[in-house]
């Protein structure tokens, strides 16, 4: 309760410099004006030109109106509108800066009645539905979302009002209701925020690159305008997460997220509803998702509904285009790492189809990241010992590819079926073949083969009942591998006694596979509840092998275990929707323990003022297939899945914790968030405490731990215009507890105290450019502080360290500096493109990555791995609609 207390207080001094924007008076706002022979519609037109008001009407109500002529200065609109309207049959209303015109009524108004709207947002180009689409309405607190199939239904609406639509990506449509349009069902078109004819649509038509939705903790993002962001490679959603405030950025080599101080394991990833366990291309200079076949994606830091489980961090939902309903429309994107294409089709009125395919080629980019990615030809040198690892010829095969397929099929304006696949593959094959040299006292020949990747795919089918009641099921299967074999030669050259020769490797091997069965329901009964609920069914195999020297198995596991889950929860709005309160519950039960879990959730906002919201959430989450880190402190860390046994390896929990409020207007946002949560059931993985090697007990070196992660998250955002852009600002602490490295607490390898990023864009015309500013305080990391090597019997060399505290070194602060310029050529809806240049560390400064350490003739030789220096990259992209 302190820290709940704490949090809220904090929460409020950040908002005591707010002002709360008032709607203007039309009886008080003057304007000086003068028409000429105009149709009312153009009157309306010049009204809304010299001021904020926006005007809503049928066009057919005003059509009949025309030939007017008049003139007026420093008058008020109350009286222009009174005068233009005097001798027609209209009248108008005012809600906040809307102006709704309509008929008068034939006989006189009684008390206003409620009017209920179901409808369907699609996108006007494609046809495609468009899932978790924002709707406020005019002069009313609070607002509603879309679903999963663009589907809303509305209850107890004033019988005069407008519907005010946004999405990121997308022009705002407002769309006013009458009380004839009572029950009736209404479709939405939104057209993609595009430009036309060289200039920008912007003001208050076009959303911007990322916006916070209704619920806590939650962001979205515009895949089309992502790609206006330096890069090393092609858009990326994942890259872009990272320059959000809660989400770390520390890290060049993973696509994975670090959210509110978990690790990426610890998000849940859905595409098109299977789970996707990793997320990295090109050793994580990029992810898997390709965004030609992304339609939305949205990204829970915390507070997510009881519907999703099994994860204790995040939860990332990416809903893959169904492709283009009216058109056949393809393209193709080249940049300096990889080539992709894809094209969409309708097949028919029913039935509509996407298939995307990228891969890799060799470039001197491809070759500079991989060469960086790789540790194997280190040279490391202290002043008084050298130590070459890969002298000789290099033979390298590495390349990565992915292809997404997607088939959608309405057989009625109420059912959608549709059936999602995924495969992406990376492989590395890297042979060294040592060569003699007088200088060289020691080399090697090595022989590296690793490949990774994941398979999806789901089957899903959505049916509408009726107004109130939505519900559904979907199928899914997904697969997650990891292989790895190397094999090392080392070669002592010893002109006495001859030359010395070593072989060791060892082999790694991680296999996940997933079933899952989900079934689920959404029901609105009336305008204070959406009651929502479900089963899912999941089912996990996963293995996990990493032998040495071809013998010696230091980990072996093959585990089994079924997940099943049921979900409950209710979303209320109360108090004339000012206030939306949403309790849940999930129960899931995990046969491998053979218990019970219980993960009550939590959500509240509350309109404090057209421009002040509040919020708040609260919950419990359980994991059962989990990342494990395998500490290595002279090779590197590794880590690989697993499926808790609740033994060695205990089920993970999280209690999280989140307070916050936001300030907006038509340009600007500022929002504040504090978080906590508590973590327990961690596991690591270390051989820093190598058992005596006669008993081998490898197996028994999986350590249980604790933590807790706190912080505050500070977003300010200017949404709109020609210059936009946001500053988001977190300070946070990581620790954890592991019994094994001592009784105190210590920082977690992720702990970023400070983390500033800057983001700032600029559109000319046809000329988009951006910059972007990290700054991160540095890392902790273990280092050894002493070692000595033994010879075993068996002629193989064993290296035993002296280790630092755990995370008791830090390296030094990171920055960088990213720039981007995009030129677009065409017309939309018609051949387009743009070429993009971007400059990756434009000051070129000398991150620091890792420190390596080895041990040579009882010496610990230590070097400093970098991050990329100064990079270029430059892309092309061209699509035919």
Not at 100 to 126: D, F, H, N, Y
Not at 331 to 338: E, F, I, K
Not at 477 to 505: H, M, P, W
Not at 694 to 700: G, N
Request: contains cysteine.
């Amino acid at each position: 309760m302190k820290r709940i207390l704490s949090l809220w207080m904090l929460i409020g001094c950040c908002l005591m410099q707010t002002v709360k924007l008032q709607a203007q008076d039309i009886s008080k706002m003057t304007i000086s004006i003068e028409l000429k022979n105009v149709t009312l519609a153009e009157a309306f037109s010049k009204i809304e030109s010299l001021t904020s008001l926006k005007f809503n009407y049928k066009t057919a109500d005003v059509a009949d109106v025309k030939g007017i002529t008049y003139q007026q200065q420093k008058v008020a609109v109350k009286k222009v509108l009174n005068d233009l309207l005097s001798n027609t049959s209209l009248q108008y209303e005012q809600l906040q800066q809307y102006i709704i015109v309509k008929k008068r009524p034939q006989q006189p108004a009684g008390k206003k009645g409620k009017l209920s709207v179901t409808g369907m947002v699609k996108e006007a180009i494609t046809g495609e539905p468009l899932p978790y689409v924002n709707i406020a309405i005019a002069g009313l607190p609070g607002g509603f979302v879309t679903n999963a199939a663009g589907l809303f239904t509305i209850h107890d609406l004033p019988d005069t009002t407008v519907l005010i639509f946004t999405a990121i990506g997308h022009q705002l449509v407002q769309y006013p209701l009458y009380g004839a349009q009572a029950g009736s069902v209404i479709t939405v078109e939104m057209k993609t925020a595009s430009r036309d004819l060289g200039q920008v649509t912007i003001a208050h038509k076009k959303s911007n690159t990322f916006k916070l939705n209704q619920q806590p903790g939650m962001l979205k993002l515009s895949v089309a305008n992502i790609a206006t962001l330096p890069r090393i490679g092609e858009k990326d959603i994942f890259r872009s997460f990272q320059l959000m405030p809660g989400i770390s950025a520390g890290n060049e080599q993973s696509a994975g997220l670090y959210v509110r101080g978990g690790t990426p394991d610890q998000n849940l990833i859905l595409f098109d509803g299977f789970t996707v366990y990793n997320v990295d291309h090109l050793y994580g200079f990029f992810s898997t998702f390709n965004a030609n076949a992304i339609k939305d994606v949205q990204l829970f830091k915390s507070g997510f509904d009881a519907k999703y489980g099994g994860r204790l961090s995040a939860l990332a939902e990416i809903t893959g285009k169904e492709g283009n309903r009216n058109h056949f429309n393809a393209g193709v994107d080249l940049g300096l790492l990889s080539a992709s294409a894809f094209a969409e089709t309708p097949i028919g009125k029913k039935i509509t189809a996407l298939a995307s395919f990228r891969r890799s080629f060799k470039t001197p980019l491809y070759d500079t990241l991989l060469n960086h990615a790789r540790t194997d030809k280190t040279s490391l040198d202290n002043g008084t010992v050298k130590l070459d690892r890969a002298r000789g010829t290099t033979k390298l095969v590495s390349g990565f590819d992915d292809m997404n397929v997607k088939l959608t099929y309405r057989p009625t304006e109420k059912d959608g079926i549709s059936a999602s696949f995924y495969h992406g593959k990376d492989q590395l094959n890297n042979h060294i073949e040592a060569e003699s040299d007088e200088n060289t006292a020691f080399f090697t020949s090595t022989t590296d083969n690793t490949q990774w990747g994941n398979t999806g795919a789901s089957l899903k089918w959505n049916h509408k009942w009726n107004a109130e009641l939505f519900s559904t099921a979907l199928i899914s299967y997904s697969n997650y591998f990891s292989d790895r074999t190397a094999n090392t030669r080392q070669i002592l050259v010893d002109t006495i006694q001859g030359d010395k020769i070593i072989e060791t490797g060892f082999a790694e091997n991680n296999d996940l596979k997933d079933y899952t069965l989900k079934a689920g329901f959404e029901w609105m009964p009336n305008a204070t509840h959406t009651i929502s609920g479900g089963i899912q069914l999941t089912r996990n195999h996963i293995s996990y092998q990493y032998i040495r020297n071809d013998s010696l198995a230091y980990i072996t596991r093959d585990s089994k275990g079924n997940t099943n889950a049921v979900y409950i929860q209710d979303k209320l709005r109360l108090l004339n929707g000012r206030l939306v309160f949403t309790p849940g519950i999930r129960i899931s039960h995990f046969d491998a323990t053979s218990s019970l879990y219980h993960e009550p959730r939590l959500t509240v906002t509350y309109d404090l003022s057209s421009n002040i919201k509040l919020k708040g959430s609260a919950g419990q989450y359980y994991q059962f297939a989990k990342r494990v880190i395998r500490e290595d402190i002279l090779n590197g860390n590794r880590d690989f899945w697993v499926l808790a046994d609740n033994e060695k390896l205990p089920v993970s929990s999280s209690r999280q914790v989140m307070a916050g409020a936001s300030w907006e207007n038509n340009d600007l946002l500022v929002d504040v968030e504090a978080w906590y949560k508590k973590l327990r059931g961690l596991s690591e993985y270390t051989l820093r405490y190598q058992p005596n090697p006669d008993r081998a007990e490898y197996e028994e070196l999986f350590y249980e731990g604790t933590g807790y992660a706190q912080g505050i998250d500070v977003l300010l955002q200017k949404k709109f215009g020609k210059y936009t852009g946001w500053i988001a600002y977190t300070l946070s602490t990581v620790k954890n507890n592991f019994p094994v490295y001592g009784p105190n607490n210590f920082f977690a390898s992720n702990d970023v105290r400070n983390e500033c990023k800057i983001i700032q864009m600029y559109s000319l015309k046809r000329w988009d450019f951006a910059i972007t500013w990290l700054y991160l305080t540095g890392k902790p990391y273990t280092a050894p502080t002493g070692g000595y090597q033994i010879s075993l019997p068996d002629g193989t060399i064993r290296n035993l360290l002296i280790v630092s505290d755990k995370n008791t070194l830090r390296l030094p602060d990171y920055h960088r500096l990213d720039a981007a310029v995009n030129w677009h050529f065409g017309k939309p809806g018609k051949r387009n493109g743009t070429i993009g240049l971007s400059v990756f560390n434009a000051y070129n400064r000398r991150n620091l990555w890792y420190k390596n350490f080895q041990i040579v003739t009882s010496q610990i030789v230590e070097s400093n791995i970098n991050y990329l220096g100064i990079t270029p990259n430059l892309n092309v992209s061209f699509k035919w609609r």
